[in-house]
């Protein structure tokens, strides 16, 4: 029910924007979740955007280098990720929970009860 797209190869950086396109009534009133992932490693937080599109929240290391955001018309949710660095490299996934606020987002994985197949994404120096 989510089909994320858009990754690829990139250099250092450079520019991507992910797509996580939702089917069916996976849209409203989902908050929504991007995260990644290296083998080896847990999945990791990058970015959230509540179903109202009013809270947005990003991690630390990625803000003010990537943009969350939403199409309510094509049911598709974005991540912009610009000046990508090498440590960028990974597999990135998307995800949507349920909620009845329309401000909540997600920081944790647990947060999500739907989540696309991932879509990767790598950084060459």
């Known amino acids: 029910q989510l089909q994320a797209s858009g990754g690829g190869l990139v250099q250092a950086g450079g520019s991507l924007r992910l797509s996580c396109a939702a089917s069916?009534?996976?849209?409203?009133?989902?908050?929504w979740g991007w995260f990644r992932q290296v083998p080896g490693k847990e999945r990791e937080f990058v970015a959230a955007?509540?179903?109202?599109?009013?809270?947005?929240d990003y991690a630390d290391s990625e803000r003010g280098r990537i943009t969350i955001s939403r199409d309510n018309a094509k049911n598709t949710v974005y991540l912009q990720m610009n000046s990508l660095k090498v440590e960028d490299t990974a597999v990135y996934y998307c995800?949507?929970?349920?909620?009845?606020?329309?401000?909540?987002?997600?920081?944790?994985?647990?947060?999500?009860?739907?989540w696309g197949q991932g879509t990767k994404v790598t950084v060459s120096s």
């Open positions: 955007l509540s179903w109202s599109s009013s809270m947005s």
């Open positions: 069916g009534n996976l849209y409203t009133k989902y908050h």
């Open positions: 995800a949507a929970g349920f909620t009845a606020s329309s401000r909540y987002i997600g920081r944790t994985a647990a947060s999500y009860k739907y």
